[in-house]
């Protein structure tokens, strides 16, 4: 990496205005939030004529300078080089989400810190209910309640997997259940990954993947998620979603309606802060993908 990240700039794309002079938990916890609630998990590079490359610099301009989120490994790789500029004991690591359309190796960053002798999982770019908002402590089998459900890490030996137990869904458009876009399985894992650090290069092959290959996910779908602070908003091809965390009532309020290609742009720019330079082709091609 040539360049150098301006940490005063990011923090104001994440509106981030506290001191981070203590690399310690509460401050990585507080921008580590701030980040999933200001960039969002999208792929629309691959669906506007751009693309989605591993190159710092791009990925800095792109998110931090342009108005614009990225996927998991953009969004993870910009956190990463923030942790690292600001003094955090960070490394990278591949992670793996088995689902269509994703490849069979590593199709997932995130990154371990670690503080005080304890190590955490920073994830701020996986989308939709299955985000964390804030890292997750790296112990096997513990209960870690967050907005959107309860995630565990569970200690597999050669692997470790990420799981979350979620509420029960709550459709206010009852029509939609034939999408089978909603999330039904109380709990599920989210992705397993290994301990081992791993350098950028890791990422290549699966980034050339996602963006070319006729079965990927991402040629499949555009995709577009940000969290709220009452839950998530989601774009998927012409298919908008609100939802609404309840955990008191134990359910998650859906209200999902489909929106014009004239209504695109807008959308975009009210609902994600997103202002893309190239037009938009949505794409929500049949593939099972779930919010």
């Given at each position: 990496?040539k360049?150098?990240?301006?940490l005063d700039?990011?923090?104001r794309?994440?509106?981030?205005?506290?001191?981070y002079?203590?690399?310690?938990?509460a401050?990585?916890?507080?921008?580590?939030?701030?980040h999933v609630?200001s960039?969002?998990?999208e792929?629309?590079s691959v669906?506007?004529?751009?693309?989605?490359?591993m190159d710092l610099?791009?990925i800095y301009?792109k998110?931090v300078?342009n108005?614009?989120?990225?996927?998991?490994l953009?969004n993870?790789?910009?956190f990463g080089?923030?942790?690292?500029?600001?003094?955090?004991?960070?490394?990278?690591?591949?992670?793996r989400?088995?689902?269509d359309?994703?490849g069979?190796?590593d199709?997932?960053?995130?990154?371990k810190?670690?503080?005080d002798?304890k190590?955490?999982?920073a994830?701020?770019s996986?989308g939709?209910?299955?985000?964390?908002?804030?890292p997750?402590e790296?112990?096997?089998?513990?209960?870690?309640?967050?907005?959107a459900g309860i995630f565990?890490?569970?200690?597999?030996?050669d692997?470790?997997?990420?799981?979350?137990t979620?509420?029960?869904?709550?459709?206010?458009n009852?029509?939609?259940?034939?999408?089978?876009l909603?999330?039904r399985d109380e709990?599920?894992?989210?992705?397993?990954?290994?301990l081992?650090?791993?350098?950028?290069?890791?990422f290549f092959?699966?980034?050339?993947f996602?963006?070319t290959d006729?079965?990927?996910l991402?040629?499949?779908?555009s995709?577009?998620?940000?969290?709220?602070p009452?839950?998530?908003?989601g774009?998927?091809?012409?298919?908008?979603?609100?939802?609404?965390?309840k955990?008191?009532?134990?359910?998650d309020?859906?209200?999902?309606?489909?929106?014009?290609?004239?209504?695109?742009?807008?959308?975009?720019?009210?609902k994600?802060?997103i202002?893309?330079?190239?037009?938009?082709?949505?794409?929500?091609?049949?593939?099972?993908?779930?919010?």
């Amino acid at each position: 990496m040539k360049g150098k990240m301006n940490l005063d700039e990011y923090f104001r794309r994440i509106g981030f205005h506290g001191s981070y002079s203590k690399l310690d938990l509460a401050t990585l916890k507080l921008i580590h939030k701030q980040h999933v609630m200001s960039l969002p998990f999208e792929n629309l590079s691959v669906h506007c004529g751009d693309k989605i490359t591993m190159d710092l610099e791009v990925i800095y301009d792109k998110i931090v300078r342009n108005s614009r989120g990225g996927c998991c490994l953009e969004n993870n790789s910009l956190f990463g080089w923030v942790l690292r500029e600001m003094g955090y004991d960070t490394v990278t690591l591949g992670a793996r989400v088995d689902i269509d359309g994703c490849g069979s190796t590593d199709n997932h960053l995130v990154n371990k810190v670690v503080i005080d002798g304890k190590s955490y999982i920073a994830d701020v770019s996986y989308g939709m209910s299955f985000q964390v908002r804030e890292p997750l402590e790296l112990v096997s089998g513990k209960d870690q309640p967050q907005a959107a459900g309860i995630f565990r890490l569970i200690d597999q030996g050669d692997v470790w997997v990420l799981e979350k137990t979620s509420r029960k869904p709550k459709l206010v458009n009852p029509e939609f259940n034939k999408l089978n876009l909603v999330n039904r399985d109380e709990t599920k894992e989210i992705y397993r990954f290994s301990l081992t650090p791993v350098e950028v290069d890791h990422f290549f092959e699966i980034c050339h993947f996602l963006q070319t290959d006729p079965n990927s996910l991402f040629i499949n779908k555009s995709i577009c998620s940000l969290q709220t602070p009452t839950g998530f908003r989601g774009l998927i091809g012409w298919t908008y979603s609100e939802v609404t965390y309840k955990p008191e009532e134990g359910i998650d309020v859906i209200d999902i309606r489909d929106i014009s290609d004239d209504e695109i742009d807008q959308t975009l720019k009210e609902k994600f802060n997103i202002k893309l330079q190239n037009k938009l082709q949505p794409v929500n091609n049949k593939t099972c993908f779930t919010i």
